[in-house]
Nanobody, 129 residues
Framework: QVQLVESGGGLVQAGDSLRLSCAASRGTFSNYAMGWFRQAPGKEREFVTAISRSGESTYYADSVKGRFTISRDNAKNTVYLQMNSLKPEDTAVYYC??????????????????????WGQGTQVTVSS
């Protein structure tokens, strides 16, 4: 089964940028649709963005649309989350997730936590005002 490790979190000021990475191992990375979620203290884990196995399809939560960009490099077994114009409300632990292969799903993305099978340990992003 795939293992996921996030990196790139940190403390930044409002308006700054960060790039998160999620490295996958033990599996054929290109078989997995990927997603990013986040969880702020006292709140439920929420969807941020997702990308299909092929990378041709992406989807964003309204709260990050136009500021965040998801991408993947299947040759490097890595998915990225470029976060620009960060706001204090973006403060959360960010998790990447992988969905186990589904037949004929190369262009599909997934937005719900229960649809994902594997999760990383998370990386903290703190945005100060």
């Amino acid at each position: 089964q795939v293992q996921l490790v996030e990196s790139g979190g940190g403390l930044v000021q409002a308006g700054d940028s960060l790039r998160l990475s999620c490295a996958a191992s033990r599996g054929t990375f290109s078989n997995y649709a990927m997603g990013w979620f986040r969880q702020a203290p006292g709140k439920e884990r929420e969807f941020v963005t997702a990308i299909s196995r092929s990378g041709e399809s992406t989807y964003y939560a309204d709260s990050v649309k136009g500021r965040f960009t998801i991408s993947r490099d299947n040759a490097k077994n890595t998915v990225y989350l470029q976060m620009n114009s960060l706001k204090p409300e973006d403060t959360a632990v960010y998790y990447c997730a992988a969905k186990a292969p589904v037949y004929n799903s190369v262009s599909r993305y997934y937005t719900r936590t229960y649809e994902y099978d594997y999760w990383g340990q998370g990386t903290q992003v703190t945005v100060s005002s």
